[in-house]
Nanobody, 122 residues
Framework: VQLQASGGGLVQAGGSLRLSCAAS????????LGWFRQAPGKEREFVAA????????YYASSVKGRFTISRDNAKNTVYLQMNSLKPEDTAVYYC????????????????WGQGTLVTVSS
């Protein structure tokens, strides 16, 4: 599966953005999908994940209650709605895919998109 992330940009603290990740391939609904982020000088970290049906989601504690992950299998797209953004949310955001269950570790995802930059100003 090939992934293409989009929707990043510059936003003020307290604002919102919605990221999208479009996937190629006819088996999109077989994949669990995740969003990760990497801030300058830091390791890539887990943000959110969703299972193949959309019925199960998981969030990092730092974004829980502010971010929402969702998917539309008919459009082969996963979304990350980000509300109440903070300067510490500034990072390059990546979408990733794997078969089977949700996991939160970077190394367990074999397929990655190219990343989209989110900058939150204070």
């Amino acid at each position: 599966v090939q992934l293409q992330a989009s929707g990043g940009g510059l936003v003020q603290a307290g604002g919102s953005l919605r990221l999208s990740c479009a996937a190629s391939g006819r088996t999109f609904s077989s994949y669990a999908l995740g969003w990760f982020r990497q801030a300058p000088g830091k390791e890539r970290e887990f943000v959110a994940a969703i299972n193949w049906s959309g019925g199960s989601t998981y969030y990092a504690s730092s974004v829980k209650g502010r971010f929402t992950i969702s998917r539309d299998n008919a459009k082969n797209t996963v979304y990350l709605q980000m509300n109440s953004l903070k300067p510490e949310d500034t990072a390059v955001y990546y979408c990733a895919a794997r078969l089977m269950m949700i996991v939160t570790t970077t190394k367990e995802y074999p397929y990655w998109g190219q990343g989209t930059l989110v900058t939150v100003s204070s």
